[in-house]
């Protein structure tokens, strides 16, 4: 016997009051599902390959992500797809961001995303970022190592493919704005892990060449993961190092790379690249018939004003021989009045040198020697004179002092008897009463010397 539906329901209680439990609805079991899965995963990422691509009427995207063994479905409303650059495809390997739902009406379990990018793009970013902060934290970045870019380049160098539409474009900008400048290409793969080592060495033999004053180093658009050899460290120093100013030029306008900050210029294109670093020769023309014109016009107002002042001068030009004629009758006329100028002056010496002649004469020293010397034996007489009676005059009063003196000599009294006695001790003796009878005495008289010794001594008056 088979069994019926209502045998397989689930029964509750014990075995002896079995009774079917109260069975969830179809709404009832999506909505808490929906809640499980929502508080669950509030936000995930999710990697893999995009199919079933559809963009109807209302704006928002649907699609399925698939690995080998299985697929999710996904939903992108509007508000979120309007902010994606590229619209993916089928096929592409893209990761998203969003918030793992259930979609109740159908029971479909799906994933809301709120961002979608190409695989692999977040990891690159990253690396990027990290590369950034690095170099410029470094200074690499910093306004005040960049080199400045030449007005005129005498020499161009371009750094891409020779085969991209790079350089076709730079070419192309360099030919109409100033062909005469000579453009050197160094030919590098510009994509693929090779491209990094290519583009340093590129950069070592345009150093090494020593040609150009400028460097161009770019390639046309293309993805990040394209432009990805401008991002690597070891670009990033070559740019840096490198002695030649440099202007990157990667990828379109909306592109940045790490060799945009290192370079010396970053250019938006290729194209603007070769705008920015070439001269416009249509401006140099104009600017040279500008300059021609003024010229032009500048030299014609010399001229006029140069022929003007000739005229006047011709018309004050005088005719050189009258000229000469003139000056040889003053020249003439000069040297007549210097012949009776110096006549006169010598005339004038002449009478000047007379009178003083005369003056000279009645002023003789001669004269005035004689007179000198006449008066010179007057005074040597009179001084004579005087001198004899001087000499006179002071012999008389000597000879009176003399003889006054001669008076008061006490050897003119020694002379009349009288003697000068000295003690035993060698004093005069003035008082007999000083001496006593067997003192040693000595007595100087008018001629020689007495000793004599006392025998007596008689004091006072007689």
């Known amino acids: 016997m088979t069994p019926s539906f209502q045998d397989s329901q689930p029964l509750s209680g014990d075995a002896g009051n079995l009774r079917p439990t109260r069975a969830l609805s179809v709404s009832e079991l999506n909505h808490q599902a929906r809640h499980l899965l929502e508080s669950s995963f509030m936000q995930v990422w999710v990697e893999g390959e995009l199919s079933s691509f559809s963009r109807p009427s209302s704006g928002h995207w649907y699609f399925s992500l698939k690995d080998r063994k299985s697929q999710v479905r996904c939903a992108m409303f509007r508000s979120f797809n309007q902010r994606v650059r590229a619209i993916p495809k089928e096929g592409d390997q893209v990761r998203i961001r969003g918030k793992v739902t259930l979609y109740e009406s159908r029971g479909d379990f799906q994933i809301i995303v709120e961002h979608i990018e190409p695989a692999g793009l977040g990891a690159l970013q990253q690396a990027f970022e990290e590369l950034k902060r690095?170099?410029?934290?470094?200074?690499?970045?910093?306004?005040?190592?960049?080199?400045?870019?030449?007005?005129?380049?005498?020499?161009?160098?371009?750094?891409?493919?020779?085969?991209?539409?790079?350089?076709?474009?730079?070419?192309?900008?360099?030919?109409?704005?100033?062909?005469?400048?000579?453009?050197?290409?160094?030919?590098?793969?510009?994509?693929?892990?090779?491209?990094?080592?290519?583009?340093?060495?590129?950069?070592?033999?345009?150093?090494?060449?020593?040609?150009?004053?400028?460097?161009?180093?770019?390639?046309?658009?293309?993805?990040?993961?394209?432009?990805?050899?401008?991002?690597?460290?070891?670009?990033?120093?070559?740019?840096?190092?490198?002695?030649?100013?440099?202007?990157?030029?990667?990828?379109?306008?909306?592109?940045?790379?790490?060799?945009?900050?290192?370079a010396d210029l970053r250019a938006p294109t290729p194209s603007a690249a070769a705008e920015k670093i070439s001269p416009d020769q249509s401006q140099w023309l104009r600017q040279l018939a500008e300059q021609e014109l003024r010229l032009a016009n500048a030299a014609r107002r010399s001229l006029k004003r140069l022929s003007v002042q000739l005229e006047h001068l011709a018309a004050r030009l005088r005719d050189p021989r009258r000229e000469l004629q003139e000056k040889a009758q003053r020249m003439d006329d000069l040297e007549l009045r210097l012949g009776k100028a110096m006549k006169q002056k010598l005339e004038r010496w002449d009478v000047r040198t007379g009178h003083l002649a005369q003056r000279l004469a009645m002023q003789s020293p001669q004269k005035?020697?004689?007179?000198?010397?006449?008066?010179?034996?007057?005074?040597?007489?009179?001084?004579?004179?005087?001198?004899?009676?001087?000499?006179?005059?002071?012999?008389?009063?000597?000879?009176?002092?003399?003889?006054?003196?001669?008076?008061?000599?006490?050897?003119?009294?020694?002379?009349?008897?009288?003697?000068?006695?000295?003690?035993?001790?060698?004093?005069?003796?003035?008082?007999?009463?000083?001496?006593?009878?067997?003192?040693?005495?000595?007595?100087?008289?008018?001629?020689?010397?007495?000793?004599?010794?006392?025998?007596?001594?008689?004091?006072?008056?007689?």
């Open 134 to 262: 690095k170099l410029q934290a470094e200074g690499l970045f910093d306004a005040a190592r960049k080199k400045p870019i030449p007005a005129l380049p005498r020499h161009i160098g371009v750094i891409t493919s020779p085969t991209g539409a790079a350089i076709h474009d730079i070419l192309t900008v360099l030919s109409r704005r100033c062909p005469a400048i000579p453009v050197t290409v160094y030919p590098t793969t510009v994509q693929g892990k090779a491209a990094t080592s290519d583009i340093v060495r590129a950069i070592e033999q345009a150093q090494s060449h020593g040609v150009a004053d400028v460097l161009i180093i770019g390639r046309g658009g293309g993805s990040l993961e394209d432009l990805w050899c401008f991002n690597e460290e070891a670009v990033a120093r070559a740019i840096a190092a490198c002695r030649i100013p440099t202007v990157s030029a990667v990828g379109h306008e909306v592109d940045v790379t790490i060799a945009d900050f290192v």
């Open 368 to 462: 005035q020697l004689t007179t000198s010397r006449e008066a010179l034996g007057r005074i040597e007489e009179r001084l004579f004179a005087a001198t004899r009676l001087t000499i006179r005059q002071q012999r008389d009063r000597m000879e009176h002092l003399a003889q006054t003196l001669n008076v008061v000599s006490p050897l003119a009294t020694l002379g009349r008897g009288y003697a000068i006695v000295r003690g035993p001790t060698g004093a005069i003796i003035r008082d007999a009463g000083n001496l006593s009878p067997g003192d040693r005495v000595s007595a100087r008289v008018a001629i020689g010397e007495i000793e004599a010794e006392v025998t007596s001594v008689k004091s006072g008056p007689e």
